[in-house]
Nanobody, 124 residues
Framework: QVQLVESGGGLVQAGGSLRLSCAAS????????MGWFRQCPGKEREFVSA????????FYTDSVKGRFTISRDNAKNMVYLQMNSLKPEDTAVYYC?????????????????WGQGTQVTVSS
């Protein structure tokens, strides 16, 4: 069964950077649209970023544009989220997700496989 494992989360001061990694197993990564979502305590899970099957198209929620960069390395079955200029409001559990379709990459219903999440905490 397809499995996703996130890593790279941690504690960072405002203005700092982190790179999240998502390792995928038991799938051909190039056949999956990949996305990053995040969830704060008591809040709904929200879209952060997505990347098309071989990386030709990328998408970002407005609040992270210019600060976050999504990328993928299909040969290594890896997806990354480089996060720069982090803000306290970026604090959340970040989830990697995979889905076979890309008609609406911002919708969490489009993804059928999810990782367990990695905590990102940004201090003031």
């Amino acid at each position: 069964q397809v499995q996703l494992v996130e890593s790279g989360g941690g504690l960072v001061q405002a203005g700092g950077s982190l790179r999240l990694s998502c390792a995928a197993s038991r799938l051909t990564l190039s056949t999956y649209y990949m996305g990053w979502f995040r969830q704060c305590p008591g809040k709904e899970r929200e879209f952060v970023s997505a990347i098309s099957w071989i990386g030709g198209s990328t998408f970002y929620t407005d609040s992270v544009k210019g600060r976050f960069t999504i990328s993928r390395d299909n040969a290594k079955n890896m997806v990354y989220l480089q996060m720069n200029s982090l803000k306290p409001e970026d604090t959340a559990v970040y989830y990697c997700a995979a889905g076979p379709y890309g008609r609406n990459s911002r919708a969490n219903t489009q993804y059928d496989t999810w990782g367990q999440g990695t905590q990102v905490t940004v201090s003031s």
